[in-house]
């Protein structure tokens, strides 16, 4: 069975997602967050032009602001 292209895009998305998820080790409720508005987001074309890792970290963002989940990113 051949897999769509957007099928493949989506994919992508949600395995990036989870990567970045797993490395900040975040909840599952606000995993599943980020997935979903990626996913919202992908079916309404807002993402088209756009980088996929700023779509990343704002859908991861978006999903810890509304879990109520604060997360900052020390650069040291």
Do not use: P
Request: hydrophobic share 35%; glycine share 6%; proline share 0%.
């Amino acid at each position: 069975m051949q897999t769509s292209s957007v099928d493949k895009a989506l994919h992508a998305g949600h395995r990036a997602i989870r990567i970045v998820a797993d490395r900040v080790n975040l909840s599952k409720k606000v995993t599943d967050r980020a997935l979903s508005i990626y996913k919202t987001c992908y079916e309404k074309q807002y993402l088209r032009g756009r980088s996929q890792d700023a779509i990343v970290a704002t859908c991861i963002y978006i999903a810890c602001r509304y879990e109520g989940s604060a997360r900052t990113f020390d650069g040291k």
